[in-house]
């Protein structure tokens, strides 16, 4: 399985980035798919989860309300609508596959996680 993120870039604070995480190799129909995010000299942290069946999301509390995931089965592809981004959101963005259905806070667990992809770099200008 390889994952493909891309989308990042550089904008100024409230602005918007969407980011796409193209799979390959297998189909994820029964996958969980993740983001998460690094920021230079901070550790890795959640911001974001959609199990394939069924659809059902799951969001960190610092991105409520102004994220979105989303996925196309038939382009074995993830989304990260980002809005009202803030400087603080600037990071190297991650997106994740897990081979095994996750329920609850387990979504939020990077070790849950078993392919990852190479990351997209995220930059908010104040």
């Known amino acids: 399985v390889q994952l493909q993120a891309s989308g990042g870039g550089l904008v100024q604070a409230g602005g918007s980035l969407r980011l796409s995480c193209a799979a390959s190799?297998?189909?994820?129909?029964?996958?969980?798919m993740g983001w998460f995010r690094q920021a230079p000299g901070k550790e890795r942290e959640f911001v974001a989860s959609?199990?394939?069946?069924?659809?059902?999301?799951f969001y960190a509390d610092s991105v409520k309300g102004r994220f979105s995931i989303s996925g196309d089965n038939a382009k074995n592809t993830a989304y990260l609508q980002m809005n009202s981004l803030k400087p603080e959101d600037t990071a190297v963005y991650y997106c994740?596959?897990?081979?095994?259905?996750?329920?609850?806070?387990?979504?939020?667990?990077?070790?849950?996680?078993?392919?990852w992809g190479q990351g997209t770099q995220v930059t908010v200008s104040s």
């Open positions: 994740a596959a897990a081979t095994r259905r996750l329920i609850n806070t387990a979504q939020a667990m990077g070790t849950m996680y078993d392919y």
């Open positions: 190799g297998r189909t994820f129909s029964s996958y969980n």
């Open positions: 959609i199990r394939w069946s069924g659809g059902s999301t």
